[in-house]
Structures are given as C-alpha cells and as structure tokens.
C-alpha cells in the first residue's frame, strides 16, 4: 500500500478564524439496554454532551421476543415485566454511570424493532446526534448488535456517532472524555463526500484538532467507472489525486487549519480505518455515500465497513438529514 501525504496550513498558529461552520449540538439521543457496553455509551455520550453544553435524552428499546418458543400467551407479561425493569433503572442510570444527572434531560422507553424506534425517537425528538455503542450485549435485551447499528447509521434523520464496545476500553486519552484532536476525514472529491467537511472543520475549530484529509485509490474499480471503455489504472488515480488534494484543501477548508493531505491505495474501507489507526485518529469523519468524478467506487458500504471495524469513534453524516453544525456568523 502506498502512502504519501503532506502538511498544509500556517505553522505553529492556531485554528481560530472568522470562517467556517459552528456548532450547534443541543439534545443528543443514546439508546442503552443497560450492559456494560451500553453504559460506556452513556459515559462517552456524557464527555461529548460536556464539551458542547447538550444534554441527553436515554432511550431504551423492548424488542419483540426474536424466538417463537415464548408463546403468544406469555408475550404481554414478558413486555410488561421488561417494560417495568425499564421504568425502575433507566431515572437510575446517570448515577450508575457515574455521571452528573443533570445532563440527562429524558428518558423514555419504546415497544419495537430497535433500530425502527431509534430513528423514530431522534425524529420526533429532532436529535441533533445519535450516540451509539456499536454491539451491546446483555443486561434486558440484546439491544444494538452490529446489523442493527448499520440500519440505524442508513436511516437516521440526524448524524450518528458510533464507537464499537470493544474500543470503549482501548480509545486514545482525548476520545476517551470526548474530545477529538486528531480527525480523519475521508474524500473523493465528490459532493456527496463533502457533506462530511463542515463536520470536520467545526470539530477541529472547536478542538483545536488536526484534520487529516484521506483519498484511497480502490485496487479494483468496477469496470463502469469508466463507462465500460477503458478502465482507470490505480496508479493513475493515486497520481491525479495527489495533484487534486491540495487544490480541494485550498478550495474547501479554512486555511488556518492544520491539514494532512494523504493519499493512499487498497480496499477504500481496510485503508480507511488503517490510516485511522496509523494517523492516531481520535475520530473518523465520513459520509454515507461518495460519489466519484467518473463513476461512484465509494459506497454505502465502505461507510458501513468502517463502522464495523475502526477503533475509534465514527461520525457518520448523510446527506440530506438534520444538522449539528451552523453556518458562521457574519
């Protein structure tokens, strides 16, 4: 895998300056099922809450029994009594997890598929972020396995930020209270990609972070990136990209910012979530879909495959959803 990459931005200043997006973050959903898991979730969702003065709005899911053995008969009781555990421990939970109940400013408990209620609740609610622990398992219910946040991260209204349990334990000192300085940013240079931009320069704004901005040549392109004619050799895209980067990071970002540009080769998803971890990424910035210049190669699925396996929080933006961020102040 080839890798280059270069600095852009004003030595030594910092990131502070008139232009770009603000943030505006205010209620932040966080679906729990009360395993361990799912009260690192809380706590990580707390350390962001506390950076942006927002508060959180707990929202536990009773599922449907998945197993038909249970028997229609005994299907209301079971609810029942789930619903009743729910009512008893979710006023309880900040405390459990040890922190300051007044960042919570709801709770609620919903009947359903998990990720159908999820999407519901941050509509009705008009979240502004979903924090999701990625594979909680145990306590009531198994409340968010990987396919489920998948769903969740393709049918949100607003930005999700995901963080897989087993990286809980293992995220870098800033990421663990919940402030990012180093941002990785995926692109290839397509509108679609830059939805995830004003993100990143609000982030970095605020953190005082370095963005590193990722473009990775795929080893394989389908064969209609080109239309069916002549398929685009890697090495030439890695070349073109490395000639486009700095011209896109002149033309897109703030030049105050502190910016890597580096360019890479390899399957988009495994390359993505290897400069996360080489970079010492604190969070990954990266929108559903990419659309290229010539054909689309960045799909969906990357997105999805960077959500299941990178090691550090993920903050996955769509294109057309509710907004964290503001334009900036005149």
């Not at 970002?253 to 970079?279: F, K, Q, Y």
């Amino acid at each position: 895998m080839n890798n280059q990459s270069a600095n852009f931005g004003p030595e030594g200043k910092g990131i502070g300056s008139p232009r770009g997006p603000e943030i505006a973050l205010n209620d932040i959903l966080v679906p729990v099922d009360f395993s361990p898991a799912s009260v690192h979730g809380v706590q990580f969702a707390a350390a962001v809450a506390r950076a942006f003065h927002a508060g959180l709005h707990l929202l536990h899911v009773v599922e449907p029994p998945s197993l038909p053995e249970w028997g229609y008969a005994h299907l209301a009781v079971r609810e029942a009594r789930l619903h009743q555990a729910a009512t008893e421990r979710l006023p309880k939970l900040a405390v459990e997890c040890g922190i300051d109940p007044a960042l919570v400013r709801s709770t609620k408990i919903r009947h359903g598929d998990s990720e159908t209620e999820i999407c519901d609740e941050a509509a009705a609610a008009r979240s502004d972020l979903i924090v999701l622990a990625s594979h909680g398992l145990g306590g009531l219910k198994h409340l968010v396995g990987a396919s489920s946040t998948l769903r969740v991260v393709r049918h949100a209204p607003c930005p999700v930020l995901t963080v897989r349990d087993r990286a809980l334990g293992e995220l870098p000192g800033p990421a663990a209270h919940g402030e990012f300085k180093r941002l990785l940013v995926p692109t290839d240079f397509s509108p679609a990609s830059k939805k995830a931009l004003p993100y990143a320069v609000a982030l970095a704004r605020k953190y005082e972070a370095q963005l590193t901005l990722l473009f990775v040549a795929p080893q394989h392109l389908p064969v209609d990136v080109s239309g069916g004619t002549t398929i685009l050799d890697e090495s030439d895209l890695a070349d073109k990209a490395r000639e486009m980067l700095p011209r896109f990071r002149a033309a897109e970002l703030d030049p105050h910012l502190r910016v890597e540009c580096v360019v890479t080769s390899g399957s988009p998803a495994v390359a993505i979530t290897e400069a996360a971890r080489n970079h010492g990424a604190d969070l990954i910035v990266i929108s559903t879909h990419g659309h290229a210049g010539l054909r689309r190669f960045m799909l969906g699925s990357v997105t999805e495959d960077v959500v299941r396996h990178a090691v550090c929080p993920v903050l996955v933006v769509r294109e057309r959803e509710h907004e964290f961020i503001a334009p900036p102040k005149a």
